[in-house]
């Protein structure tokens, strides 16, 4: 069975604070696919990035950065220099390739930012 | 070109009527997701489709949830004799199957309110 666990319900920062955002997820897949969306108050869920589980590098795209630790489980993503648009619901997903089935991803309850002005 | 489009963006309907949930992929995309979100919560997997064929359906949650895919494309969620724990928003995703885990895109949902 799959799991995805963001024990994070809610936080707060203040713009320009750094934030990261805990995903820690259980699988028994030796290949599986990690997935992080953003859902604005808008509703609508965006991509923000996918990382196979043979690829440990680190990510960075502009404020973002993902970090991968397949010894602990852990698949976090950091937000530098926040701003009132990253305020959203982000969701850390797993997508794996036996028991789950490539195609049906499992998405954690999802971490609710708050950036305050 | 155009993301995945859903139809109606808002459904308001009585207690034991019967509605419809329209999804339009990305073109090209051979997969199709149902899910549900209900207020405040995370996403709820309803069921898959790969081409027309449904080889997981295992998240419907009742006999009265049912969907079909036609020509590979558009696909329709009808729940029956609806109920009240059915208001949600029901999202549809697509994705490109290239042999690993294709990403799914999301359309903007269907906010379904049971009266």
């Known amino acids: 069975a799959q799991k995805v666990t963001q024990a994070q319900t809610e936080i707060s920062v203040v713009e320009k604070e750094d934030v990261t955002l805990d995903c820690v997820y259980e699988t028994r897949d030796t290949t599986y696919y990690l997935f992080w969306y953003k859902q604005p108050p808008s509703g609508e869920l965006v991509f923000l990035i996918r990382r196979n589980s043979f690829d440990e590098q680190n990510e960075i795209s502009g404020r973002y950065s993902w970090n991968f630790q397949k010894s602990t489980s852990s698949f976090n993503f950091t937000i530098t220099a926040s701003q009132v648009v990253d305020s959203a619901v982000y969701f850390c997903?797993?997508?794996?390739?036996?028991?789950?089935?490539?195609?049906?991803?499992?998405f954690g309850t999802g971490t609710k930012l708050q950036v305050i002005p | 070109g155009a993301g995945v489009s859903q139809s109606p963006s808002n459904k308001v309907t009585e207690k034991g009527k019967d509605v419809e949930l329209r999804c339009d992929p990305i073109s090209g995309h051979t997969a199709l997701y149902w899910y549900r979100q209900s207020l405040g919560q995370g996403l709820e997997f309803l069921i898959y489709?790969?081409?027309?064929?449904?080889?997981?359906k295992s998240g419907l949650p009742s006999d009265r949830f049912s969907a079909e895919r036609t020509g590979g494309s558009v696909s329709t969620l009808t729940i029956q004799r609806t109920q009240q724990e059915d208001s949600a928003v029901y999202l549809c995703?697509?994705?490109?199957?290239?042999?690993?885990?294709?990403?799914?895109?999301f359309g903007p949902g269907t906010r379904l309110l049971v009266l």
């Open positions: 997903a797993l997508s794996g390739g036996v028991s789950g089935g490539y195609q049906k991803v499992t």
């Open positions: 995703a697509s994705s490109f199957n290239s042999g690993g885990a294709g990403t799914q895109y």
């Open positions: 489709f790969q081409g027309n064929s449904a080889p997981d």
